[in-house]
């Protein structure tokens, strides 16, 4: 399989005032998946979109394989994308939507039939696609991104919609797309699935990236130190902050701890005579990463009342 990395560098776009990208740079690789997240407004569609060519940006560079979307011929061989799963022709059975995109890039309708196996869809290859759920929707746009068998992929929000089954499946399937060789771009808000999923995650808000590392790098940066303990005693928090710790409840017999490594907890409990049942190392979320990383980039947030 060829090497399709994907390379946005400096990507600038204005939509009339509003500053859509502000020097978007991030590099999506061969091999692994890459989550893209980040608040509404961020820049993540507009930047899928500089990258397939369907928005001109006003600077910067978007390449597949060291070549912008537009140079590339048969692109379905080169990048499959799945922007918008409702964007099909209704009275269209999902097996004839497939054939009129593998016609238009000189594809095989034994392709076709691969590709609706692979999504999962052939029993219903001759149903029409108007009649189908989000989930399915999002399973034929798959289909439709991998006809071409591309070494790159981009996918908006493939989670949307997905049943428990769908969500298990389509997690399972991008980790075997990244197996093998592919580089695979998967924006989303489910933080869950991508901590399950993604290598690798950008972190977009408006219009420039925020954070650019390893799941494992995110993760290890939010937990920075801290211990999970558990523990009925009222008196625990007092007893820790007069310690020098940093205390937060996080649920019903649950403290965070920060200050402190988790043997200098154990000993100022133990010496104090406070009850506990555990003690462990913060085990933290892409979704606190993402929440940290986010904080000053969110464009409408909610007023507590």
């Given at each position: 399989?060829?090497?399709?990395t994907?390379?946005?560098?400096?990507?600038?776009?204005r939509f009339g005032?509003?500053?859509?990208?502000?020097?978007?740079?991030?590099?999506?690789?061969?091999?692994?998946?890459?989550?893209?997240?980040?608040?509404?407004?961020?820049?993540k569609?507009?930047?899928?979109?500089?990258?397939?060519?369907?928005?001109a940006?006003?600077?910067?560079?978007?390449?597949i394989?060291g070549?912008?979307?537009?140079?590339?011929?048969?692109p379905?061989?080169?990048?499959?994308?799945?922007?918008?799963?409702?964007?099909?022709?209704?009275?269209?059975?999902?097996r004839?939507?497939?054939?009129?995109?593998a016609?238009?890039?000189?594809?095989s309708?034994?392709?076709?039939?691969e590709?609706?196996?692979?999504?999962?869809?052939?029993?219903?290859?001759?149903?029409?696609a108007?009649?189908?759920?989000?989930?399915?929707?999002?399973?034929?746009?798959i289909?439709?991104?991998?006809?071409?068998d591309?070494?790159?992929?981009?996918?908006?929000?493939?989670?949307?919609?997905?049943?428990?089954?769908?969500?298990?499946?389509?997690?399972?399937?991008?980790?075997?797309?990244?197996?093998?060789?592919?580089a695979?771009?998967v924006s989303?808000?489910?933080?869950?699935?991508l901590?399950d999923?993604?290598?690798?995650?950008v972190?977009?808000?408006?219009?420039?990236?925020?954070?650019?590392a390893?799941?494992?790098?995110l993760?290890?940066?939010?937990?920075?130190g801290r211990?999970?303990?558990?523990?009925?005693?009222?008196s625990?928090?007092?007893?820790?902050?007069?310690?020098?710790?940093?205390?937060?409840?996080?649920?019903?017999?649950?403290?965070?701890?920060a200050?402190?490594?988790a043997?200098r907890?154990?000993?100022?409990?133990?010496?104090?005579?406070?009850?506990?049942?555990?003690?462990?190392?913060?085990?933290?979320t892409?979704e606190?990463?993402?929440?940290?990383?986010?904080?000053?980039?969110?464009?409408f947030?909610?007023?507590?009342?």
């Open positions: 399989m060829s090497d399709e994907i390379v946005v560098n400096g990507l600038r776009k005032p509003a500053l859509a990208l502000d020097g978007m740079s991030f590099t999506v690789r061969p091999g692994q998946v890459t989550g893209f997240v980040g608040p509404n407004g961020a820049g569609s507009t930047t899928m979109r500089v990258i397939l060519g369907l928005d940006a006003d600077a910067g560079t978007a390449l394989g070549r912008p979307y537009r140079g590339l011929r048969r379905l061989c080169h990048v499959g994308s799945l922007l918008d799963a409702s964007a099909l022709q209704p009275s269209r059975t999902a004839n939507h497939l054939l009129w995109l016609h238009s890039q000189g594809l309708a034994r392709r076709v039939d590709v609706l196996e692979q999504a999962g869809l052939t029993a219903v290859a001759r149903c029409r108007g009649g189908f759920s989000l989930g399915m929707r999002q399973r034929l746009g289909a439709a991104a991998l006809l071409g591309p070494a790159a992929l981009m996918l908006d929000e493939p989670f949307n919609g997905m049943d428990p089954e769908g969500i298990f499946w389509m997690r399972r399937f991008l980790k075997d797309l990244a197996a093998e060789g592919r695979v771009l989303s808000h489910l933080m869950s699935e901590q999923t993604a290598e690798h995650v972190v977009a808000g408006r219009g420039r990236v925020i954070a650019d390893s799941v494992a790098e993760l290890a940066s939010v937990a920075n211990v999970t303990l558990h523990t009925a005693a009222p625990a928090a007092e007893v820790l902050q007069r310690a020098g710790a940093t205390v937060t409840a996080t649920g019903p017999g649950t403290l965070t701890v200050g402190l490594p043997e907890v154990v000993a100022v409990l133990s010496g104090s005579g406070v009850p506990f049942s555990e003690v462990s190392a913060h085990r933290a892409l606190e990463a993402y929440l940290e990383l986010t904080r000053d980039a969110v464009e947030r909610a007023v507590a009342r």
